[in-house]
């Protein structure tokens, strides 16, 4: 049975792999056809450029490692240091092959619950994670929004442009206070198990509001955070050495981010939704478009790659060991569907015990 699903989830990783090289084969192709220059730029990129954007993109994935590590892995529930990679890589992984990034919470919960992490602890710290992750983004939106549109940072781009990434900060923030407002409503007697268990969810974000404040008093997490922002798009900086070209640092940061919208469309790894976003933003701005073309296509590919590459290593690692873990634990889940199985059996107990109230 194991053997079984093993199998099945190791032909649909591929399955996924293939799809992503597809569409990204396609978008390559699209744009050498259609954009004049991208082609010859390809041609000419320097290999020691390329080679230093790699290394950036490698050096963000071990920020991540280090993000992951610092918030999950706190007493009572420590992670190993090797476990805590496997996941991190391999939450990397996961964005990277499937629509919308939604792999890689599948690869968290699964890895961090087989370890014997409870839901709530789970949740709360993945709350935590989420708004350190994200805090490097929303102070460059502000900086770069302020800066661009009040012409008090080199280069150019249209005022909506600049305050867009400032926007997506306020609306996510407004999102997170409506949340944690109903959250702080609790569940009553009259609730239906559905919407007990949703309100019950929503009751750990405040939690994880007051985790990520004590979190902010290190220094490692925000380190972690950081790494991971400047040394992805610090990749994109290199591709764009790599094929000639040095366009006003601001622009290509406020490109790269907006661009990142283009992970939240069902596509895998975002591919087909990130570039267009990207060129979009570099052209508005006055960057010659075969070059933007080029310097895309580079990093996107040292970027999917390194990250598909060390993510699919990590879950094959993770997934061996769990393996073992559990034949040596005989009785204890492991993988999605038992996992699955879990929750649904966790939701009918929490449904019985509100009737019997």
Same mark, same amino acid.
């Given at each position: 049975?194991?053997s079984?699903?093993n199998?099945r989830?190791?032909?649909?990783?591929?399955?996924?792999?293939?799809?992503?090289?597809?569409?990204?084969?396609?978008?390559?192709?699209?744009?050498?056809?259609?954009?004049?220059?991208?082609?010859?730029?390809?041609?000419?990129?320097?290999?020691?450029?390329?080679?230093?954007?790699?290394?950036?993109?490698?050096?963000?994935?071990?920020?991540?490692?280090?993000?992951?590590?610092?918030?999950?892995?706190?007493?009572?529930?420590?992670?190993?240091?090797?476990?805590?990679?496997?996941?991190?890589?391999?939450?990397?992984?996961?964005?990277?092959?499937?629509?919308?990034?939604?792999?890689?919470?599948?690869?968290?919960?699964?890895?961090?619950?087989?370890?014997?992490?409870?839901?709530?602890?789970?949740?709360?710290r993945?709350?935590?994670?989420?708004?350190?992750?994200?805090?490097?983004?929303?102070?460059?939106?502000?900086?770069?929004?302020?800066?661009?549109?009040?012409?008090?940072?080199?280069?150019?781009?249209?005022?909506?442009?600049?305050?867009?990434p400032?926007?997506?900060?306020?609306?996510?923030?407004?999102?997170?206070?409506?949340?944690?407002?109903?959250g702080?409503?609790?569940?009553?007697?009259?609730?239906?198990?559905?919407?007990?268990?949703?309100?019950?969810?929503?009751?750990?974000?405040?939690?994880?509001?007051?985790?990520?404040?004590?979190?902010?008093?290190?220094?490692?997490?925000?380190?972690?955070?950081?790494?991971?922002?400047?040394?992805?798009?610090?990749?994109?900086? !290199?591709?764009?050495?790599?094929?000639?070209?040095?366009?006003?640092?601001?622009?290509?940061?406020?490109?790269?981010?907006?661009?990142?919208?283009?992970?939240?469309?069902?596509?895998?790894?975002?591919?087909g939704?990130?570039?267009?976003?990207?060129?979009?933003?570099?052209?508005?701005?006055?960057?010659?478009?075969?070059l933007?073309?080029?310097?895309?296509?580079?990093?996107?590919?040292?970027?999917?790659?390194?990250?598909?590459?060390?993510?699919?290593? !990590?879950?094959?690692?993770?997934?061996?060991?769990?393996?073992?873990?559990?034949?040596?634990?005989?009785?204890?889940?492991?993988?999605?569907?038992?996992?699955?199985?879990?929750?649904?059996?966790?939701?009918?107990?929490?449904?019985?015990?509100?009737?019997?109230?």
């Amino acid at each position: 049975m194991d053997s079984d699903q093993n199998g099945r989830s190791g032909r649909r990783t591929l399955v996924r792999v293939a799809l992503t090289v597809a569409l990204f084969g396609v978008v390559v192709f699209a744009v050498d056809q259609l954009v004049p220059g991208a082609r010859h730029r390809l041609a000419q990129a320097s290999p020691g450029w390329l080679a230093v954007a790699a290394g950036l993109e490698l050096l963000a994935c071990a920020g991540y490692v280090l993000l992951f590590q610092t918030v999950f892995s706190r007493a009572p529930w420590l992670v190993r240091l090797r476990r805590g990679a496997q996941i991190a890589l391999g939450e990397l992984g996961a964005f990277a092959i499937t629509p919308t990034g939604l792999g890689g919470p599948a690869v968290r919960v699964w890895g961090l619950r087989a370890g014997g992490m409870p839901w709530r602890v789970l949740i709360v710290r993945s709350i935590s994670h989420g708004a350190i992750f994200n805090l490097p983004y929303a102070v460059a939106a502000v900086v770069l929004g302020a800066g661009v549109s009040l012409e008090l940072l080199p280069g150019h781009a249209p005022v909506l442009t600049a305050l867009a990434p400032l926007a997506l900060v306020v609306a996510a923030c407004a999102l997170y206070g409506a949340a944690a407002w109903f959250g702080r409503r609790g569940s009553s007697s009259g609730d239906s198990p559905r919407r007990g268990w949703v309100l019950s969810a929503l009751g750990t974000i405040p939690e994880g509001i007051a985790d990520f404040l004590v979190l902010m008093r290190r220094r490692r997490p925000l380190l972690g955070a950081i790494g991971w922002w400047a040394g992805d798009c610090a990749a994109l900086w !290199a591709a764009f050495q790599a094929v000639g070209g040095r366009p006003a640092l601001s622009v290509l940061i406020l490109a790269y981010m907006l661009g990142q919208l283009g992970n939240t469309l069902p596509l895998p790894g975002g591919v087909g939704g990130v570039e267009p976003l990207m060129l979009g933003i570099f052209s508005a701005s006055g960057v010659n478009l075969g070059l933007a073309a080029a310097a895309v296509i580079c990093y996107r590919t040292i970027a999917l790659g390194t990250q598909g590459i060390l993510g699919s290593a !990590a879950f094959v690692s993770l997934a061996s060991d769990l393996r073992r873990e559990r034949r040596s634990r005989p009785g204890s889940a492991e993988g999605p569907l038992s996992l699955r199985r879990e929750v649904l059996r966790e939701r009918r107990q929490a449904g019985a015990g509100a009737s019997e109230t």
